[in-house]
């Protein structure tokens, strides 16, 4: 262990130089182009196999060898790369450098552990399991998980990808809510299932004084708002999990004009593939009728978003084992319910064993602290080392 921290520790001031210059230059889902030609820069310096192109071009899967060059299945290890549409607000000396878009998920952290864990692997003598690296692009909304598995990332040399197949794969993602230092999982749903929506309500238009005149898509669509909340409290079981939210709504212009249709926004998020069809099929009834209710028309575009990230049993038991072992016990976190936000390191989960776990970034004594996508969010640097250390464990303990 002490060796492994020492060489871990030895590069730490590398890495976060690396943080800042990813951090400085984000991209947005399938634009990372700079951060994939730093990310292969590194790989070729290391004399890691690698190959880049993947997941519409900018995806990269890397393959360090087992110390016997033996061909068993790997373990995998994933990073997502891309940025978010939001002007940065931190003030920080190596705050983005491009208007409008910053690291607000900490993407910049994830992909500079995953490099970390490259330079440290790369070193160690014994190595009993042939590891692979994924660096993804597009994981905010992009998808971009689904198009590396499609494009055999999984899949060893024989596939697309490099090496041999992956056996299972671990992932991580910053926490501003956890203690730095710790890590936490669970097995199961740790992540929701994510589905969007889009719902144009049309009615007719008339004069605001003459409501009878008109068919009001205002009041069908306030009346959709109210009633898709029974979704939660009547049509699915007490002990089920479905948030529906809807986040926008748009119509009309005066204050005297009833408008011609609303369009509304919003997502739906479930821990359960029963619930989520369930959810789904109760959306389409509940707007289509209370519209025509009101004497309007809804046409629904339901974007199915990523699945549930299902951690398996004895993967999410041997990452805390891990934890335990090399942080404490007191430092290795049993989550104890699942999170309503969506991660695509779900698509993984279909194909492999999988297990995505969480990295504490809050510091010790602070209080409120920035969250995940705000613009004053920024990855904790004193959170690479533990993020290199699980990971390379991980990779070395199979």
């Not at 509304?264 to 821990?271: A, D, S």
């Not at 109760?282 to 974007?303: G, K, L, N, P, Y």
């Not at 699945?307 to 805390?320: D, K």
């Amino acid at each position: 262990m002490d060796d492994l921290r020492d060489c871990i520790g030895a590069e730490l001031g590398e890495l976060i130089e690396i943080r800042h210059d990813l951090h400085r230059h984000p991209e947005l889902s399938y634009e990372e182009r700079r951060t994939c030609d730093v990310v292969c820069g590194e790989l070729e310096r290391l004399g890691i196999e690698h190959r880049r192109g993947l997941a519409r071009g900018t995806g990269v899967v890397a393959h360090i060898p087992a110390s016997d060059g033996g061909d068993r299945p790997a373990v995998a290890l994933r990073a997502d790369m891309d940025a978010l549409p939001i002007d940065e607000q931190t003030g920080r000396p190596y705050a983005s450098e491009h208007p409008g878009v910053m690291h607000a998920c900490g993407h910049d952290g994830h992909t500079t552990i995953l490099l970390g864990a490259a330079r440290v692997l790369s070193k160690i003598e014994h190595r009993p399991h042939p590891v692979t690296l994924i660096f993804q692009p597009a994981e905010e909304g992009g998808a971009g998980g689904r198009a590396m598995c499609d494009d055999g990332a999984l899949l060893g040399s024989a596939g697309g990808g490099l090496g041999p197949r992956v056996g299972r794969i671990f992932g991580l993602h910053g926490w501003p809510n956890m203690a730095l230092g710790h890590v936490g999982t669970r097995p199961g749903p740790l992540l929701a299932a994510t589905d969007d929506f889009e719902v144009v309500v049309r009615g007719v238009e008339g004069h605001a004084a003459f409501p009878h005149l008109a068919h009001d898509p205002v009041l069908a669509a306030s009346s959709c708002v109210v009633a898709l909340q029974s979704i939660a409290s009547r049509c699915v079981a007490p002990t089920g999990s479905v948030v529906v939210t809807v986040a926008a709504i748009h119509a009309g212009e005066a204050n005297n004009v009833i408008p011609a249709e609303v369009r509304m926004v919003g997502t739906v998020r479930t821990l359960d593939e029963g619930v989520r069809r369930r959810a789904r099929e109760r959306f389409f009834e509940i707007v289509e009728r209370t519209s025509e209710a009101h004497a309007c028309r809804a046409q629904i575009d339901w974007q199915e978003g990523y699945p549930v990230t299902r951690n398996e049993e004895h993967l999410a038991r041997h990452v805390l084992q891990v934890a335990a072992r090399a942080l404490g016990e007191e430092r290795a976190e049993l989550v104890p319910d699942a999170f309503m936000g969506g991660e695509d390191f779900s698509y993984y989960g279909q194909h492999v064993p999988a297990c995505f776990f969480l990295l504490g970034l809050r510091p010790e004594g602070a209080g409120d602290v920035p969250q995940l996508h705000q613009a004053t969010f920024d990855f904790n640097d004193d959170a690479i080392g533990v993020g290199v250390e699980m990971m390379c464990r991980l990779a070395l303990e199979g």
